[in-house]
T-cell receptor, first 118, second 113 residues
Framework: GAVVSQHPSWVICKSGTSVKIECRSL??????MFWYRQFPKQSLMLMAT?????????EQGVEKDKFLINHASLTLSTLTVTSAHPEDSSFYIC??????????????FGPGTRLTVL | QKEVEQDPGPLSVPEGAIVSLNCTYS??????FMWYRQYSRKGPELLMY????GNKEDGRFTAQVDKSSKYISLFIRDSQPSDSATYLC?????????????FGAGTRLAVHP
């Protein structure tokens, strides 16, 4: 149980275009989903927290107009990188916390999406 | 100073060795401590979780938390080549800040036959 999928797993796009990444919880409902970015040989940096049906909370330094997050249902959150530039190239990972699991911060991670902007 | 410090390695050990991975932290509010394993180009998977201080054992893995020293450890006994991965420590504070996991940089471990 507790499987999180991401699609696509790898995307290459041209500078200036937008890219949408999907994150799905396959066998549980996730009231909260998280989006992380990971640069090579670096740790995961939280970009934003999204709660189903409400606006995402962005971390300091993350541009909300550039990284659009939508959490329209209990099993799906999307991250859209708008007007992507080469510096946005990174590994984007989502995670989901199951409804009711708030005793500690157990998050189930997706396999990640590698974005390369040419 | 980063909130969580972790030596990125790489750490190379022979098969069967005992591996010790460590993190230090500066925020005394952290109460939940986790270790994740991440294989190359994959998402992290939770290995161990510990609340507050103490030890926790699960098979070949032992997690230790020393809150007085702000120091956590993960020990891997009888290490196997399949243990080769990046190990990330993560921690969070109680509700109020519990949403946010703060990760260490990750230690790359290579176990060679």
């Amino acid at each position: 149980g507790a499987v999180v999928s991401q699609h696509p797993s790898w995307v290459i796009c041209k500078s200036g275009t937008s890219v949408k990444i999907e994150c799905r919880s396959l066998d549980f409902q996730a009231t909260t989903m998280f989006w992380y970015r990971q640069f090579p040989k670096q740790s995961l940096m939280l970009m934003a927290t999204s709660n189903e049906g409400s606006k995402a909370t962005y971390e300091q330094g993350v541009e909300k107009d550039k990284f659009l997050i939508n959490h329209a249902s209990l099993t799906l959150s999307t991250l859209t990188v708008t007007s992507a530039h080469p510096e946005d190239s990174s590994f984007y990972i989502c995670s989901a916390r199951a409804s009711g699991k708030v005793s500690y911060n157990e998050q189930f991670f997706g396999p990640g999406t590698r974005l390369t902007v040419l | 100073q980063k909130e969580v410090e972790q030596d990125p390695g790489p750490l190379s050990v022979p098969e069967g060795a005992i591996v010790s991975l460590n993190c230090t932290y500066s925020n005394s509010a952290f109460q939940y401590f986790m270790w994740y394993r991440q294989y190359s180009r994959k998402g992290p998977e939770l290995l161990m979780y510990t609340y507050s201080s103490g030890n926790k054992e699960d098979g070949r893995f032992t997690a230790q938390v020393d809150k007085s020293s702000k120091y956590i450890s993960l020990f891997i006994r009888d290490s196997q080549p399949s243990d080769s991965a990046t190990y990330l420590c993560a921690m969070s504070a109680p509700p109020g800040g519990y949403n946010k996991l703060i990760f260490g940089a990750g230690t790359r471990l290579a176990v060679h036959p």
